[in-house]
């Protein structure tokens, strides 16, 4: 398969016992595997990887944005889904949509009304509300995440790569608010250590 990255991004197999977590990064990986170890459930290790990866990997994911959720119950047989696509706003109707704007002249990807209500925040409660182990508060699903906010953590190969192509739009579209995702105005490099404080205390609110 072609691919424009300049290194192997094929990760090893990993054989374990007692329970296993996988995702895109093995910090978030090894989150939700903290969560399996104190007692939590698949969907409480699920929840705590999502949040751990709106950490580390933020040109990808985070609480801004839509979270889907399909829960297996292994004693009822039962599959249970989650729509945590974010609404539009109440008053963005189709016709308020239509004024100043056409079909070949819409607004620009980053305008405010391409944005919708976020969704993930409501699915990562709704997940641990309705399919935790309840044997872990909300807070304590997302306490790693939030610590790996504050402390920081080395930015992974792949993660650097397509960070540094978002940096022109967090200075020019993400006005002040796009300082929180670079390092002096630069994107973070493979391995350098990155800290979003402002998003550990949004993790810390008990949501």
Known sequence: MDTDLSFCSRRSPVVCLHGCAASSQ????????????????????????????????????GPGGDAFC????????????????GRLPRAQ???????????????????ALNVTVPGAP??????????????????????????????????AEVTAHHWAKWVAALRDDGKELGGDLLIDGHAPKCGQVFRNPNLAQTLKVNL
Do not use: M
């Not at 409480?44 to 990997?57: F, P, S």
């Open 122 to 155: 409501a699915c990562w409660c709704d997940t641990v509300q309705l399919f935790g182990s309840h044997k872990l508060s909300l807070q304590e699903v997302l306490s790693g995440a939030s610590e790996l906010a504050e402390v920081g953590f080395p930015v």
């Open 26 to 61: 093995p910090i978030a990986s090894s989150l939700g595997l903290d969560i399996l170890k104190r007692g939590g459930n698949a969907a409480d290790a699920a929840v705590a990887i999502a949040a751990a990866l709106a950490v580390t990997e933020p040109c990808s994911t």
């Open 70 to 85: 399909l829960f297996y119950n292994g004693e009822t047989g039962e599959i249970t889904g989650i729509n945590g696509s």
């Open 93 to 111: 109707t189709l016709d308020f949509g239509r004024t100043g704007y056409t079909a070949g002249a819409p607004p620009s990807p980053s305008d």
